[in-house]
């Protein structure tokens, strides 16, 4: 179990009953103030305090000391009939700012966002918004349910795809809950062996097995207070699924080769790209376990669902890559749609990946349809190729085609695509492409490139510096 973190302190016992209910199903662990009578780190870490019907001050008194330092910020939740109300209400109290009135017959949603009150709100201010980059529909819904579930300590299970971004949206909603300021820990339970998972997991005593030279903590120890991200968690063995099931239910564990319980409070959000009801189905995945990990499930759209937010996502990417010294890149109309075109089986990663490997070759450029690796030009290749047959005609200059790729173009001059096309910006794609094979071809000697292209060597020199073309040429 987690440790108690809401002070309850109400003489009607019927009431008493109901807001610790209520709590409880809010995701706290309330606790009544006369069954309070020590309060250990170990045990308790206070977040908010229930005055209700006070018939005893003295132990009324007493109990409310329970918060000890804690109720220098713990939120306060009045009842509205409560006869401390005017006590903690004055504007002169320490408190006023934290203090949020509840109303009986009770209500979930009015108790939930109370203790969200101005504490929350203040907590909020004060921290920038953080949400997973992209402003369409599929990732609208992601956003929205980030903020709905990061408030409580439920557990969450990301589903989806490889490279969809499951450990960005675990880290976005550590960020925006009240853990943020406590260790944000990740493990990928299908990378280390089964044999040494439990040790990572729960740590080690010296002398526990061979190659244990000294005691070592486990993630759930470096994580106490904070998230625990379990990646990959369909990739666990069954020995460990049990041994898990066992901490989230109790909340405790033992480090390898030790005897000592030890208590934790950990926030568990899980991911895995499998479907773990076909493991189930399969005898590889326990279903007790599934259902324990998968409170708040929450699935991640894969990128070819929202491809609407690939600008933003390449601009972000861009500004990550800048920090690390790297120079962005702009993609054309031509070639952004060829990647809107593109199948995306890596999603977001393969994104990354790919922005990355064109910033290292094209700095501070403009990345054309020609300029991308071969599998994400798909049909613009084609189009690219009746285009330069064209400019061959309006030209009168001859462009070396292969003769399947001459036929080709020959055939489909006069064919322009379904959604049509950016004639000024498709023309300056073929151009590119132009001058980059005249340079190839001559190794990178603009006078000599100058002359295959028909133009003089100051008129190529300018095309270079327009498009940002700077490569180590020869004069």
Not at 311 to 325: I, K, M, T, W, Y
Request: aromatic share 6%.
């Amino acid at each position: 179990m987690g440790k108690f973190d809401v002070l309850v302190i109400e003489s009607d016992h019927r009431r008493a009953e109901s807001v610790v209910s209520a709590l409880e199903f809010l995701g706290y662990r309330p606790q009544r103030g006369e069954e309070c009578e020590i309060v250990e780190e170990a045990t308790h870490a206070w977040r908010a305090v229930y005055v209700g019907h006070v018939w005893d001050e003295a132990e009324a008194e007493r109990q409310f000391a329970q918060l000890g330092t804690a109720s220098n910020q713990a939120m306060v939740l009045m009842a509205a009939d409560s006869q401390w109300l005017p006590r903690l209400g004055n504007d002169s109290a320490a408190a006023t700012s934290r203090i949020g009135i509840i109303e009986f017959p009770l209500r979930y949603d009015q108790l939930s966002e109370t203790l969200r009150g101005p504490q929350a709100q203040a907590q909020a201010q004060r921290r920038p918004e953080l949400k997973l980059v992209g402003s369409s529909g599929p990732m609208g819904r992601v956003n929205a349910l980030v903020r709905q579930v990061a408030p409580f300590d439920s557990s969450v299970l990301v589903l989806g795809e490889s490279g969809t971004g499951k450990e960005m949206v675990a880290r976005s909603i550590h960020d925006c809950s009240s853990r943020r300021d406590k260790p944000f820990v990740a493990i990928n339970c299908g990378a280390i062996p089964a044999e040494l998972l439990e040790s990572e997991l729960f740590g080690h005593e010296k002398g526990a097995f061979t190659g244990a030279i000294s005691t070592r903590k486990g993630r759930f120890e470096l994580a106490e207070g904070g998230t625990l991200f379990l990646d990959e968690i369909g990739d666990m063995s069954l020995p460990m699924q049990v041994k898990l099931l066992r901490v989230l239910q109790e909340r405790v564990f033992e480090r390898v080769g030790s005897n000592r319980t030890q208590r934790c409070d950990v926030r568990i959000i899980a991911a895995t790209h499998r479907n773990l009801e076909a493991a189930i189905a399969d005898g590889q995945f326990r279903e007790d376990l599934y259902y324990r990990l998968s409170v708040f499930p929450l699935e991640m759209p894969a990128l070819r669902e929202h491809l609407d937010d690939l600008p933003e996502l390449v601009a972000e990417f861009n500004q990550r890559l800048s920090r690390r010294g790297l120079g962005g890149v702009r993609f054309s109309a031509g070639a952004m749609h060829a990647l809107h075109n593109y199948a995306w089986p890596g999603n977001v990663r393969e994104l990354y990946n790919l922005v990355e490997r064109l910033s290292i070759l094209y700095p501070h450029s403009e990345v054309r349809v020609s300029d991308l690796p071969e599998k994400y030009r798909g049909q613009q290749i084609v189009e690219e190729v009746r285009g330069a047959a064209l400019l061959s005609l309006m030209t009168g200059h001859s462009t070396v085609l292969s003769e399947p790729m001459a036929m080709v173009a020959a055939d489909s001059l006069v064919m322009l695509p379904e959604g049509g096309l950016d004639l000024k910006d498709h023309l300056a794609d073929i151009e590119v492409g132009l001058i980059r094979q005249a340079l190839d071809v001559t190794g990178g000697v603009v006078a000599h490139a100058a002359k295959l292209l028909r133009m003089q060597r100051t008129t190529l020199v300018e095309k270079l510096r327009k498009y940002g073309l700077h490569p180590s040429l020869q004069a």
